[in-house]
């Protein structure tokens, strides 16, 4: 499994974004999307996942800002990002867990099998 993410960039406060991440070798059936973030000295915290059969779990703090989708078709995952605020500023990783999992297991990040390299969205006041 390769995982490429992608639509990192510099927008301002209340902008929207799209990252998206391409899972090559991911089957829609057997792969669970997740997106976290990173921010120097921090450590990786959990943003949007979803099952393979559709089940949803976001980050308290970007619930009801960001969705997520997913295009079986194209083994994609797309994140969605709208008013956004300096805080979001990170380094964006999409990463894939093989198998059956509970949704509630998806925001850590120990279960995720392969990372993808990340991809940079800054936000500017």
């Known amino acids: 499994v390769q995982l490429q993410a992608s639509g990192g960039g510099w927008v301002q406060v209340g902008d929207s974004l799209r990252v998206s991440c391409a899972a090559s070798?991911?089957?829609?059936?057997?792969?669970?999307m997740g997106w976290f973030r990173q921010t120097p000295g921090k450590e990786r915290e959990f943003v949007a996942a979803?099952?393979?059969?559709?089940?949803?779990t976001f980050a308290d703090d970007v619930k009801g800002r960001f969705t997520l989708s997913r295009d079986n078709a194209k083994n994609a995952v797309y994140l969605q990002m709208n008013r956004l605020k300096l805080e979001d500023t990170a380094l964006y990783y999409c990463?894939?867990?093989?198998?059956?999992?509970?949704?509630?297991?998806?925001?850590?990040?120990?279960?995720?099998?392969?990372w993808g390299q990340g991809t940079l969205v800054t936000v500017s006041s």
């Open positions: 070798g991911c089957t829609y059936n057997s792969c669970n």
């Open positions: 979803v099952t393979w059969s559709g089940g949803y």
């Open positions: 990463a894939a867990a093989i198998g059956r999992s509970r949704v509630s297991r998806l925001q850590d990040p120990s279960i995720y099998d392969y």
